[in-house]
């Protein structure tokens, strides 16, 4: 059956220094016919925070707003063992919002403050493996995966900063089919891609910032596929024992800095010294950049 609309604010989460008087709003209770989570969220504006509950409930959803504060839409609905949850969110008018992108594209202050005090929090449980998929368009989000159940990862972000990590240093409790990220114009940082356990890592940058922290050796080795249009990305390498290889089709207008554990072995292809072609367990990059720049960096140097 689809559920549709809000639920009633049933408790308070608490006080907190930075994001004050925490309200929850959303709840989606455990059931026994639902075996994954399908998760999509989408915020326009705001301040979201994504992270791993002590809870059965397969999401608890706080803000420090009152319902009747800020527009949303939410939906529940169970099909073939697979429990779809759309939460969208939006918080100001549109002229606002053209405003944060006039500024962030030209530089622009219109006087206007380009932070904001919403704040979203979304609590999920490590009982269930889930599919997310993530979509900001202006402020900050932090998105925490320790230990949790993550089978499969999409984020988009438009021009918001967005930070993923394993902020406890748990790994995923599933291997991961894809972990995938774009970058329009905001910046996004993945720490610790390692413990994602991902078979497949796929990264797209247009005019933003990206970096991509492999310093850590990995659980489950994944091919990575990259693209740079205009923007920046920075690769953290692991260390020197684990051998890499990187293939970079590049173009004339852009810029490429290797760091000193890779060398030139063929065209538009660099390795490390513990690479060869007998290496059953390497890291390998396929990287596509136009006008953009891709930086390596070592662990060490990190």
């Known amino acids: 059956m689809l559920k549709t609309g809000v639920l009633v604010i049933v408790g308070v989460l ?5 994001v004050g008087q925490m309200k929850k709003q959303f709840s989606v209770e455990n059931q026994e016919n639902c075996q994954t989570v399908n998760l999509h969220l989408k915020a326009k504006t ?3 925070v994504i992270r791993p509950g002590q809870t059965t409930e397969l999401l608890n959803f706080y803000s420090n707003q009152e319902l009747e504060d800020y527009a949303h839409t939410f939906s529940n609905e169970v099909r073939n063992a697979v429990c779809y949850v759309k939460l969208a969110l939006e918080n100001e008018g549109n002229s606002k919002v053209s ?4 500024y962030q594209v030209l ?4 006087n206007d403050n380009m932070s904001s005090d919403k704040i979203w929090k979304l609590n999920l449980t490590d009982a269930k493996p889930y599919t997310l998929d993530l979509d900001y368009g202006l402020g900050n989000a932090n998105v925490d ?9 999409k984020i988009n972000t438009g021009s918001a900063n967005v930070n993923v990590s394993y902020e406890t240093g748990a790994e995923n409790k599933v291997n991961m089919d894809t972990f995938y990220i774009k970058v329009d114009l905001g910046s996004l940082s993945v720490k610790q891609i390692n413990l994602s356990k991902s078979k497949l890592v796929v990264a797209e940058v247009s005019f933003g910032n990206m ?4 310093s850590d050796t990995p659980v489950v080795i994944p091919e990575v596929r990259g693209s740079v249009g205009a923007g920046n990305m920075i690769i953290v390498l692991p260390d020197e024992s684990v051998p890499v290889k990187v293939n970079i089709n590049e173009s004339w207008l852009c810029s490429i800095k290797l760091s000193r554990s890779l060398r030139k072995t063929d065209e538009n292809t660099y390795t490390n010294a513990a690479y060869s072609r007998n290496s059953k367990q390497a890291l390998v990059f396929d990287l596509d950049v136009s006008m953009g720049k891709i930086l390596f960096k ?3 140097r990190y």
């Open 14 to 18: 608490g006080t907190e220094a930075v």
């Open 46 to 48: 705001g301040n979201c």
């Open 99 to 102: 405003k944060k992108i006039s």
């Open 107 to 110: 530089g622009r202050d219109d």
């Open 145 to 153: 995966l320790s230990g949790l159940a993550i089978s499969r990862l």
């Open 211 to 214: 970096l991509l922290d492999f």
């Open 298 to 300: 070592e662990k060490s």
